[in-house]
């Protein structure tokens, strides 16, 4: 069992920057894949970025591709999500989540473990 605890959320203006952390329990966080999704209010949760158990290979979805930066420290049990040039349409509220397969998996009905959220407001 996996708990996973969201932090870095925030307000922020248009073209600024936040790193959101997920904190995991569990001493077999650094073999699991993990991945961050967001979900705005009226839409479908969406994909943004996984890692892969050891970090050394990222996917990051096309939308953010290029502003956003996934990264782990597995000696910390810690996942973060580095966002730039942040959006107003970046926001919504970004859940960490975690999968004890390796494969890279796009689709979050593929993770097993959820954090709660954390809300990222980005104004105009």
């Known amino acids: 069992q996996v708990q996973l605890v969201e932090s870095g959320g925030g307000l922020v203006q248009a073209g600024g920057s936040l790193t959101l952390s997920c904190a995991a329990s569990g001493r077999a966080f650094s073999s699991y894949r993990m991945g961050w999704f967001r979900q705005a209010p009226g839409k479908e949760r969406e994909f943004v970025a996984t890692?892969?158990?050891?970090?050394?290979?990222?996917y990051i979805a096309d939308s953010v591709k290029g502003r956003f930066t996934i990264s782990r420290d597995n000696a910390k049990n810690t996942v973060y999500l580095q966002m730039n040039s942040l959006k107003p349409e970046d926001t919504a509220v970004y859940y960490c989540a975690g999968r004890s397969v390796a494969t890279t998996a796009l689709d979050s009905r593929d993770y097993n473990y959820w954090g709660q959220g954390t809300q990222v407001t980005v104004s105009s």
């Open positions: 890692i892969s158990a050891s970090g050394g290979r990222t």
